[in-house]
Every structure is written in C-alpha cells, then in structure tokens.
C-alpha cells in the first residue's frame, strides 16, 4: 500500500474519530448482513430512537451479569434444606483385582 493510501486512510479513521465513532470487523451469517449494517447505522446516529435502540440490543444481549454467590443462593432454594439426609457412605477397602 503507497504512502497516499495509507494517509488517506489514517485521516479518515481520524475524521471518524472526531465524530466519536470507531470502525471495526464482525463475523456473522451472510444473510445477516443487512441487518447488521442497517443496526450499526442506526446506533451510529445521535438521536433519541439510537439511544432507545442501544438501551433494547444491550438488555436483550447483555443480560445482567452473574451475581457472586449465585450457585450458593439456588442450594438454599433448594427444597432438600432441612431434610436431614443422611449422605454418608460405609468405608470398603474394595475387591481384589487379579492382573
């Protein structure tokens, strides 16, 4: 690549810059591609409908992340609490295996 495509390109990603907007590279299906084009044109946009837009995608995709101590809580929801089991096990020495 010359030296004048390589300027021209650093001082579009510039002006992209100035405009607080970033290019990149995604994968995804072909047949996705309209549409992937068309919601990153929109988000690319300062209006109200891209921030409502913006505020949908990250609640549909991003859900919440996983609280700490989330595997403890669902084991104290669980209806076996209490039961009083009995879950220990007679010590075997095992059998004898002939090689």
């Given at each position: ?67 700490p101590g989330g595997i403890l809580a669902a084991l104290r929801r669980s209806p076996l ?19």
């Amino acid at each position: 690549m010359g030296n004048s495509q390589k300027r021209a390109i650093q001082n579009y990603r510039s002006r992209l810059s100035k405009r607080g907007l970033a290019r990149f590279e995604v994968l995804g299906r072909n047949a996705d591609r309209d549409l992937i084009r068309s919601l990153a044109k929109r988000l690319s946009e300062d209006t109200p409908e891209a921030l409502e837009l913006r505020a949908t995608v990250s609640r549909s995709v991003g859900g919440q992340p996983p609280k700490p101590g989330g595997i403890l809580a669902a084991l104290r929801r669980s209806p076996l609490v209490g039961a009083d089991l009995d879950l220990s096990r007679p010590r075997e020495k095992g059998r004898k295996v002939d090689l």
